[in-house]
């Protein structure tokens, strides 16, 4: 005997449910809330960089106190969420909270670095960095992927990807090695608190950025001639209140 029909059949209610889950179920990935991140990610090749230390030179986290199910966290700035098992990187603000920054740079900043390999060269055929993330706060704005020059003369971005307070998402492109002369372009907009990806490729000497995966934005290197290079993700802010990242998934492809 079938069961009658009705106008809300429970399968039907359970889809609807489904779909109403605040996270979109295209970003849910399994992440346990009781590991640490290093049990959720795959963190072997990056190192950690934190807002807490000497000033000019920030407590850095080795690839191999990161990894595994009890790997590094702090309850401040680098931990599972107990909610959803993201990956929050916070950072407390500008340097008046008395939080540290490298040498070259005036911003505090919770930032994982590719070690493995600790540099690359943008001629290659494939050099990608993807993430899912939300921004629940920007602090103002903050760079949550970059990419980085490694060599002898120059400790300068290539380039950055800003997410500001009203979800505004740009590029900040250095037109030479020598930098501080960072030009700016738009990607696009995802409000504060909703999951998106980005994707940020730097092969065969052309740079790009992937939002949600679409069509890919490029962007003009100018003079940088592909400097030997290395990416970073994270959060690592440019204005003065606090702001928070939550990741879901990070990936770095070479080839
Ligand atoms: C780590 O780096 C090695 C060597 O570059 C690579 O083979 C491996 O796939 C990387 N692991 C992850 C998780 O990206
Ligand atoms: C984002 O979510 C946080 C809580 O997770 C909330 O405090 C904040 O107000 C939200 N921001 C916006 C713009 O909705
Ligand atoms: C982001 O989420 C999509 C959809 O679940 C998945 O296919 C992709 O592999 C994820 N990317 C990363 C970097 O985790």
Redesign the pocket.
Known sequence: MSPPKTPFHPFSVLLLAASLLSIPSTFAQTLNPSCAPGGNF?L??FSLQLPIGQPGSPTTISPDKLAGCTGFQDKDHFFTNPDDGSLQMNVPGDTSTGCVTTKNSKHCRTELREQ??SSWNPNAPTNRLSANLTVVSAGGSTCIGQIHIDDAISHKPVAELFYDDKGHITVGMEQTREGGNEKTFDIGDVPLNQTFSYEIRYEGNVFSVVLNGGKPVEVTTFQLNAPKSYFKVGNYLQGKTPSTVRFFGI??T?G
Do not use: L, T, W
């Open positions: 795959d072997s090749n493995n390999p990936e770095v070479h």
